[in-house]
C-alpha cells in the first residue's frame, strides 16, 4: 500500500510539474523561437555567400589572347558573383589605368594576361580587398584550363581532343562503415547535418531542463511550499515527480524539434543544390537507440540538478557547481566534433563508454554508424549503473537540504548528509 501511494503521488507531481510548465508562454516561445534561431545562425554565412544580396563586383580580365581572355571572362561571369568585363589591349598604359581604377573603387580587380604571364602561368590578379577562398580557387581553376587549352592546341591537338583529354572525373566516396553496402558523395554533408542536429538537440535538452529541474526545487525550497508538500508526499517521492514532469516536459519539446529537423533535412535532401542526399535516413532503430540514450542522460543530469538545487537556498549560491555540470556536456561536444571522422577510434569508443559523455558520444557515433551493438548495450548498462547511483546519491541529499535553510553548506556538510540520511 506505502508504495502505491508513493507512486500515486509521483504521479501527481509529476502531472502537475509538467500541465503547468506545457501551458506557459516561456515554453511555447523556446520551442518554436530556438529551431528559428538555430536556423537564422546556419543559414546567415550562406546567406552571405550568396550573389543576390549582394552588389555583384567589376572585373577586368586583361588578355593579350582574345581567346582566351573570353573564355575565362565568360567562366568567371556564370559564377554569379561578378560583373567582368573583357580588355584585349595589355600595354603598361592600360595595366596603370587599370590600378589607377582599382585605387578609385571603380572596379574591384583586374586579371593581367599579357604575353610574359601566359607564357611563364604567373598570373596576378591586382584588386582592392583580394577574393575569397571560393572565389580565389575558381578564377584559378579557370585561368589554368584556359591555358592548358591554349599550349595544348599549341602542340597541335584537335580543339575535340583537347575537350575529351579535359574532361572531368567523377569521384565518389563509398563507406562500408555501418549497414548498407556504401554510401554515395553526397551522404557525408547528410550525416554532418542529421549528427549536429542530434547533438544540439542532446545538449540544449539536457542544459537546459537539467537548470529548470535545479530552479523548481529551489523556488519550493526558498518559498516554503516543499515543506507544504513533504506532508502529503516522501522527499523521494517528491524528486522522483520533478524529475520525470520535467523530463516530460523535455521529451514533449525534443519530439518536436526532432520533427521539425526531420522536415527541414526531408526537404533539403529535395533540392539538389543544397548537398543533402536523400539516400541518408537515420533508421527506426537507431532513433530508438538515440531517444533511450537521451532519456538516461536527461535522468543522470536532471538527478545531480536536483540535488544541487536542494543542497543550496539560492540560483547564486549554486551557480559553481552548476557550471560544473555543464563541463562533461560542453567537452562532450567538441570531442564529439573533434572525433567525428574518427568516430570507430579507440578514444572515440572510450569516451562514449563514460557515463556523463555517453549521450553525446554515443549519439554521434550511432548518427555516424561507427557504434556495434555490444558498445552501445555496455554504455547503456554503465548509464543506468550511473543512473542509479547519482539517484541514490541525489535522494540523500534532497531528503536532507530541502530542509535546510541559511548558511550555505560546505562540501563536508552535504557529504555528513550523504553518509547519515
Not at 537564422?40 to 550562406?46: D, L
Not at 585605387?103 to 582592392?128: K, M
Not at 554532418?192 to 529541474?213: C, D, K, N, P, Q
Not at 516530460?248 to 520533427?259: C, H, N, R
Amino acid at each position: 500500500m506505502m508504495a502505491f501511494e508513493e507512486i500515486r503521488a509521483v504521479w501527481l507531481v509529476l502531472r502537475r510539474e509538467y500541465v503547468e510548465r506545457v501551458k506557459s508562454f516561456s515554453f511555447l516561445a523556446s520551442t518554436f523561437a530556438a529551431p528559428l534561431l538555430f536556423l537564422a545562425a546556419s543559414a546567415t554565412p550562406a546567406l552571405f555567400a550568396t550573389p543576390h544580396p549582394v552588389a555583384p563586383k567589376n572585373v577586368v580580365i586583361a588578355g593579350a589572347a582574345p581567346q582566351e581572355a573570353r573564355q575565362i571572362a565568360e567562366m568567371f561571369q556564370s559564377f554569379g558573383r561578378y560583373r567582368v568585363t573583357l580588355a584585349t589591349n595589355t600595354t603598361p598604359e592600360e595595366h596603370a589605368e587599370l590600378t589607377a581604377m582599382v585605387r578609385n573603387s571603380q572596379i574591384e580587380g583586374f586579371v593581367w594576361l599579357d604575353a610574359p604571364a601566359i607564357a611563364s602561368g604567373r598570373v596576378v590578379y591586382t584588386s582592392r580587398s583580394g577574393l575569397d577562398a571560393d572565389g580565389r580557387d575558381r578564377l584559378r581553376r579557370i585561368i589554368y584550363l584556359a591555358l592548358l587549352r591554349t599550349r595544348l592546341a599549341a602542340r597541335g591537338l584537335a580543339p575535340s581532343e583537347i575537350e575529351r583529354a579535359l574532361q572531368p572525373v567523377t569521384f565518389s566516396v563509398v563507406a562500408l562503415r555501418g549497414k548498407g553496402s556504401g554510401k554515395s558523395e553526397g551522404d557525408p554533408i547528410a550525416v554532418i547535418v542529421v549528427t549536429v542536429t542530434l547533438i544540439t538537440i542532446l545538449e540544449m535538452s539536457l542544459l537546459s531542463y537539467g537548470i529548470i529541474v535545479m530552479r523548481s526545487v529551489l523556488e519550493d525550497k526558498t518559498s516554503r511550499m516543499v515543506e507544504i508538500l513533504l506532508c502529503s508526499v516522501t522527499p523521494r517521492a517528491l524528486m522522483a515527480g520533478k524529475v520525470l514532469g520535467i523530463g516530460g516536459l523535455s521529451f514533449t519539446q525534443a519530439v518536436i524539434w526532432g520533427a521539425m529537423a526531420a522536415g527541414g533535412v526531408t526537404m533539403a535532401s529535395r533540392i539538389p543544390a543544397t548537398g543533402v542526399a536523400s539516400g541518408f535516413t537515420l533508421g527506426p532503430g537507431s532513433l530508438a537507440v538515440f531517444t533511450l540514450f537521451y532519456v538516461l542522460g536527461y535522468l543522470l543530469y536532471s538527478s545531480l540538478y536536483a540535488a544541487l538545487g536542494a543542497a543550496f537556498n539560492s540560483a547564486d549560491d549554486a551557480q559553481y557547481w552548476s557550471f560544473v555540470l555543464t563541463l562533461p556536456l560542453l567537452f562532450a561536444g567538441m570531442a564529439a566534433w573533434s572525433l567525428f571522422e574518427q568516430a570507430d577510434s579507440a578514444i572515440a569508443v572510450a569516451l562514449s563508454l563514460v557515463p556523463p559523455l555517453a549521450p553525446v558520444m554515443m549519439s554521434m557515433r550511432i548518427a555516424t554508424g561507427a557504434a556495434p551493438g555490444w558498445q552501445i548495450a555496455i554504455s547503456a548498462v554503465l548509464m543506468i549503473a550511473a543512473i542509479y547511483a547519482a539517484w541514490v546519491l541525489s535522494a540523500r541529499i534532497y531528503r536532507v537540504g530541502t530542509l535546510m535553510f541559511g548558511k550555505k553548506p560546505s562540501l563536508r556538510e552535504i557529504s555528513r548528509w550523504v553518509r547519515y540520511a
